[in-house]
């Protein structure tokens, strides 16, 4: 009788655990997720690292994000520096005047690589749209599925791309990631997070970027195809030199 009493109360306890796990909403999920990865420390921390052949610079005046990319060679030293009131360039310390429509790519280039760079940090962003999808295991892992896409008024000109995270339901990291896109063709991308490193508090990865061998495959599809190979690495994105430190402007 005893045992039977035992069994039915570990029942309970993991039942109780399930519709805990269940009882998540898609915000709280988000937040653990950015908790877990640096929280605070986004909001007061100065980052740079060097992607490609530029560096890159992010950093809070009081309230003001200001988002910066930097080409330096022998002949040329290029600067971006993006804030809430637009994008200016500066070649070799003179301002250049840029048209509406080309300031417009050159900021939106410079926040994308800031964006991924931070993640999960700007799925708290005002235009965010979040709505958990499902649960997935990938490598004995469980998942929660998060659909992210944009409100139109101020997601900027990407705002009908989708973005899937998966992220961990027992560490809250994104270690995956996919999207779709419409510009220059479209398609989609699933990326695989690798080389975890914690730099003064902040999590910073690099990535695998994975295509599906069928262009016509949809993002929501990219985990399954991800499990069954379906999916072939088109480039890798990595972060070097990344250092954190205070901001000397709070």
């Given at each position: 009788m005893n045992k039977i009493y035992v069994i039915l109360l570990i029942g309970m306890a993991f039942s109780c655990s399930g519709e805990a796990e269940k009882s998540l909403t898609v915000q709280e999920i988000v937040d653990k997720s950015i908790e877990a990865s640096g929280g605070q420390l986004f909001e007061d921390r100065t980052v740079s690292f060097d992607f490609r052949d530029r560096h890159y610079i992010s950093e809070m005046k009081g309230k003001k994000k200001t988002l910066t990319r930097i080409l330096k060679n022998d002949t040329i030293y290029m600067k971006d520096v993006r804030t809430i009131e637009g994008l200016?360039?500066?070649?070799?310390?003179?301002?250049?005047?840029?048209?509406?429509?080309l300031a417009n790519v050159y900021a939106n280039s410079v926040n994308s690589v800031h964006y991924f760079a931070k993640l999960p940090y700007g799925l708290n962003?005002?235009?965010v749209q979040k709505e958990k999808i499902g649960?997935?295991?990938?490598?004995?892992?469980?998942?929660?599925?998060v659909r992210v896409t944009f409100e139109q008024a101020?997601?900027?000109?990407?705002?009908?791309?989708?973005?899937?995270?998966?992220?961990?339901?027992?560490?809250?990291?994104?270690d995956y990631?996919?999207?779709s896109f419409h510009v220059n063709g479209g398609g989609t991308r699933f990326r695989v997070a690798y080389n975890e490193r914690?730099?003064?508090?902040?999590?910073?990865?690099?990535?695998?970027?994975?295509?599906?061998k069928d262009s016509n495959a949809s993002i929501f599809d990219a985990d399954s195809l991800f499990i069954n190979g379906g999916l072939e690495l088109l480039s890798k994105i990595e972060l070097k030199n990344v250092i954190v430190s205070p901001d000397s402007y709070n």
């Open positions: 200016q360039r500066f070649v070799n310390d003179t301002l250049v005047t840029l048209s509406d429509s962003d005002p235009a649960e997935i295991t990938i490598d004995q892992k469980a998942y929660y599925k101020s997601g900027g000109d990407d705002f009908d791309d989708t973005y899937i995270y998966w992220i961990n339901k027992k560490t809250f990291t994104p990631l996919g999207y914690i730099v003064n508090g902040i999590r910073f990865v690099d990535y695998e970027n994975l295509k599906p």
